[in-house]
């Protein structure tokens, strides 16, 4: 196939030079591709990134919260209130969103989670917890376990889910070996 117009070599040089895309093409290679500015604007928003991350935690354990509320309530014959749960959720999602946001995927837990440090101080948490709510459960006080119990299953759930397996596992056997020794129900 023969192209519909024929230029010489020089005509086609004339036509390039007064156009100016050779020097635009040039402008362009000094100037951030699309990737380098995909690349700067995720490099900005790692702080946008994190509080996603964290909120993506922080909902679903809110729910749980205000579940276990709900629970406990029910457990003792008592009706958990909007104004009991607005109570809770005011008191304790704060708490639980700054515990979450500086310990969930970007900032310590995930991107560190691999890391000994972190495994230690989740496992800690986890053998305080445990024990501690069980043992309310099976002889503290209606009142004590209505206002600590849902936070301590909050908290022992999230440590849980942070944790790796062997980890996870040793807390569960030292929560049970817990409850046989003090021979709690």
């Known amino acids: 196939s023969k192209p519909l117009i024929q230029l010489s070599e020089e005509e086609q040089w004339r036509l390039i030079n007064e156009s100016g895309v050779l020097h635009q093409v040039a402008a362009a290679e000094g100037a951030p591709s699309s990737e ?5 604007k995720e490099e900005e928003s790692p702080l946008a990134e994190e509080i996603f991350d964290a909120v993506v935690l922080i909902i679903p354990f809110t729910f749980l919260l205000v579940m276990m509320e709900i629970l406990i309530h029910q457990q003792y014959g008592k009706v958990a209130t909007l104004k009991i749960l607005t109570d809770k959720l005011i008191s304790g999602v704060p708490i639980l969103s700054v515990f979450i946001f500086y310990s969930a995927d970007r900032l310590l837990a995930t991107r560190y989670k691999s890391h000994r440090t972190m495994q230690f ?7 305080v917890v445990g024990p501690r709510m069980v043992y309310l459960l099976s002889r503290g006080s209606w009142l004590v376990n209505m206002k600590q119990c849902p936070s301590l299953a909050t908290i022992w759930v999230y440590t849980i889910f942070q944790l790796d397996l062997g ?19």
């Open 167 to 185: 980890p996870a596992v040793l807390n569960l056997a030292f929560v049970v070996a817990y409850v046989w020794w003090k021979g709690l129900k």
């Open 36 to 40: 380098g500015m995909k690349q700067s």
């Open 121 to 127: 101080i989740f496992f800690v948490i986890a053998n």
